[in-house]
Nanobody, 121 residues
């Protein structure tokens, strides 16, 4: 069993930055691909960014060049650095862990509870 706990969400003005963290329990963290999804009001949950257990990263086109994912296997933690934030980035952000394809919602084995990110214009 793996538990994911997000932190770092909040309110920021457009153009600002936030850093999300996802702390995980369990000794098998390094075996999972980790990622972030988001869900805006009235919209479906969508893939944002992922990182495999070995390091390669994957980004949705909408966040390329602005968001950066990283992981610290020694701390069982994954991070999402979000820069140049836009109002359309406003959503609940969910940390996710997968033994499969991290970009596919139906491949996610574990979800965090979510953290709200609000970007004001």
């Amino acid at each position: 069993q793996v538990q994911l706990v997000e932190s770092g969400g909040g309110l920021v003005q457009a153009g600002g930055s936030l850093r999300l963290s996802c702390a995980t329990s369990g000794r098998t963290f390094s075996r999972y691909a980790m990622g972030w999804f988001r869900q805006a009001p009235g919209k479906e949950r969508e893939f944002v960014v992922g990182i495999s257990w070995s390091g390669p990263t994957y980004y949705a086109d909408s966040v390329k060049g602005r968001f950066t994912i990283s992981r610290d296997n020694a701390k069982n933690t994954v991070y999402l650095q979000m820069n140049s934030l836009k109002p359309e980035d406003t959503a609940v952000y969910y940390c996710a862990a997968s033994n499969g394809v991290i970009s596919r919602g139906d491949s996610i084995d574990y979800w965090g509870q979510g953290t709200q990110v609000t970007v004001s214009s």
